[in-house]
């Protein structure tokens, strides 16, 4: 018996797929975005102009399957890891999908691992076809996945569950993490930052560009925030507060010109 969550989940999945004459015409993005949360770098990526302008920071993501290609630049910049492009053309028994991956190790190719749905269940074994790494440090892995799983299979296991259970904690490693997706900025170089001396969010932002890009800083304020709470001994509340200016999603210069309003 399914889990509800993952009903729920494979659902909404197959309601934003494109015709079934679309899919037979090569990849395709899909993004499985569910929340309505601020963010839109699926948008400000697509320069196919595939991704349906959004009227609203917090809608979820559309595609214009007409003119999407496949390209995958969506992939690597979506935060919540919900990017996809699926190629249902790719041979007669396998469809090409393509997945985020930020874990370590990464796979090579021609590694045959184990495929996991939405949720983290196991779903079948693929084959690991190219693995490319982006400088924001996530990876893009192209699986050959059997044709009956292809709208199931959403992730990897590089190793059964069990082993990847550790009953001794381990210490993170320090600075691996981004906390400015946008403008990808790492946590070793905002701690640099608050260790050579800077003691506000605004000293943060005009050396590192966090919350400067397309979000504004929905995300990476509040972790700057609280370095800098851990730095000063000062609680969060006490640190001056980020402004927000308008608009609050980037709209092209054509846009002013010819008097849009929408």
């Known amino acids: 018996m399914k889990n509800d969550l993952l009903e729920e989940l494979e659902r909404r999945a197959m309601e ?28 400000t990526s697509c320069k196919f102009d595939a991704v349906k302008p959004l009227t ?26 919900a990017a996809f492009v699926i190629d249902e053309t790719w041979s007669e028994t396998e469809s090409l999908v393509k997945i985020p991956y930020e874990y370590s190790p990464l796979p090579a190719a021609g590694q045959v691992v184990e495929g996991v749905d939405r949720i983290g269940g196991r779903a079948c074994e693929v084959r690991v076809e190219k693995v490319v790494t982006l400088k924001n440090k996530t990876s893009i892995v192209a699986l050959a996945v059997p044709k009956e799983m292809t709208h199931v299979v959403r992730g990897i296991r590089m190793a059964p569950r069990a082993e990847l259970i550790s009953p001794i904690r381990e210490e993170p490693e320090q600075g691996a993490s981004i906390v400015c997706r946008c403008e990808d900025v790492t ?11 800077a003691d506000s969010l605004k000293q943060v932002k005009l050396n590192a560009r966090v919350s400067m890009g397309p979000c504004q800083g929905k995300t990476c304020i509040a972790l700057v925030m609280r370095e800098l709470s851990a730095k000063t001994k000062k609680p969060v509340g006490d640190l001056t507060a980020p402004k927000y200016r308008q608009p609050i999603k980037p709209i092209k210069i054509a846009s002013f010109l010819s008097g849009e309003t929408d």
């Open 187 to 197: 946590e070793e170089e905002i701690r640099a930052l608050v260790d050579g001396g």
């Open 56 to 81: 609203d920071i917090n809608e979820t993501p559309e595609t214009y399957y007409d003119k999407c290609v496949g390209c995958g630049a969506c992939i690597a910049v979506c935060p919540g890891l």
């Open 16 to 43: 934003i797929l494109p015709s079934p004459e679309r899919r037979q015409k090569g990849p395709y993005a899909l993004f499985e975005c569910f929340q309505s949360i601020p963010c839109n770098p699926c948008y």
